[in-house]
T-cell receptor, first 114, second 114 residues
């Protein structure tokens, strides 16, 4: 089974802090994604990476950056956390070999910025 | 631009009855894929079913079927013989033919009552 692991289930940070959310997958997937989930808004794509060191902006990249130095690891960085970044963050991965294979998700990180 | 619309914020259904969750989409791509995910209260995202735009038959997976009407750009999820464990958020999602990015709708919260 594909396993996507997010390093923290719950995280509480202060405004202005630099925050790292880590995600690791064990299925050698090329694609990795970071989504943000808010009530009534569904899942919105923040960033997408299709290979090591390659990234594309999603629909809401402002205030975020990403890093993919190794194929299995995709990090989301909040350069200076703000209260409006309080949310559930979901990491996912998928294979490029089959473009219609489903995304496999981690269990999410609930981030609270105070 | 691609868009997924789920117009039902919440639905109720009695145990053992069938329920249809609506999803409409907008894309200019000829080739695309449609997905449904379930998110129980535990937060994990569970892939349910997939339909390709060129698939002539509606997809089925156990009690789940996808009512795909291409001309109307709709991809409704039908759950037959509802169970209490079906209570969850359900998300419709789409991937266009020239991208690996998945965009999601805002979700429908289904509650199954005895």
């Amino acid at each position: 089974d594909v396993k996507v692991t997010q390093s923290s289930r719950y995280l509480v940070k202060r405004t202005g802090e630099k925050v790292f959310l880590e995600c690791v997958q064990d299925m050698d997937h090329e694609n990795m994604f970071w989504y943000r989930q808010d009530p009534g808004l569904g899942l919105r794509l923040i960033y997408f990476s299709y290979d090591v060191k390659m990234k594309e902006k999603g629909d809401i990249p402002e205030g975020y950056s990403v890093s993919r130095e190794k194929k299995e690891r995709f990090s989301l960085i909040l350069e200076s956390a703000s209260t409006n970044q309080t949310s559930m963050y979901l990491c996912a991965s998928s294979s490029r070999a089959d473009p219609y294979s489903p995304l496999h998700f981690g269990n999410g990180t609930r981030l609270t910025v105070t | 631009a691609q868009k997924i619309t789920q117009t039902q914020p919440g639905m109720f259904v009695q145990e053992k009855e069938a329920v249809t969750l609506d999803c409409t989409y907008d894309t200019s791509d000829q080739s695309y894929g449609l997905f449904w995910y379930k998110q129980p209260s535990s937060g994990e995202m569970i892939f349910l079913i997939y339909q390709g735009s060129y698939d002539e038959q509606n997809a089925t997976e156990g009690r789940y079927s996808l009512n795909f009407q291409k001309a109307r750009k709709s991809a409704n999820l039908v759950i037959s013989a509802s169970q209490l464990g079906d209570s969850a958020m359900y998300f419709c999602a789409m991937r266009g033919g020239n991208t690996d990015k998945l965009i999601f709708g805002t979700g429908t919260r289904l509650q199954v009552f005895p």
